[in-house]
């Protein structure tokens, strides 16, 4: 059972910037993804990372969001700058492999306000 621990989240101003990060012994083998779930909306991708390092975005991150992965320590980053209030959210980590096995972090929560 891979246990997700995220880290990083908190409360910015609008414009400003938050650096998230998901760890879990063994991630560097994982596609890692982050998702977001507002209330009452449904859990969406924003970003998520194979383990060679290859990236994809949603469109309303494009430009403003980053994912990274430093596998020798098993930890993958979501940078977020140029936050909005639309991006108030939780935030989930998510593990996949091609086996099929997949899992979750808590979550942690995100707030833009000024």
């Known amino acids: 059972q891979m246990q997700l621990v995220e880290s990083g989240g908190g409360l910015v101003q609008p414009g400003g910037s938050l650096r998230l990060s998901c760890a879990a012994s063994?991630?560097?083998?994982?596609?890692v993804g982050w998702y977001r779930q507002a209330p009452e909306r449904q859990r969406e991708l924003v970003a998520d990372?194979?383990?060679?390092?290859?990236?994809d975005y949603a469109d309303f991150v494009q430009g403003r969001f980053a994912i990274s992965r430093d596998n020798a320590n098993d930890t993958v980053y979501l940078q977020m700058d140029k936050l909005k209030v639309e991006d108030t959210a939780v935030y989930y980590c998510?593990?996949?492999?091609?086996?099929?096995?997949?899992?979750w972090g808590k979550g942690i929560q995100v707030t833009v306000s000024s």
């Open positions: 990372i194979a383990p060679g390092g290859g990236a």
């Open positions: 998510n593990a996949r492999i091609i086996s099929g096995f997949t899992y």
């Open positions: 063994g991630l560097k083998f994982y596609t």
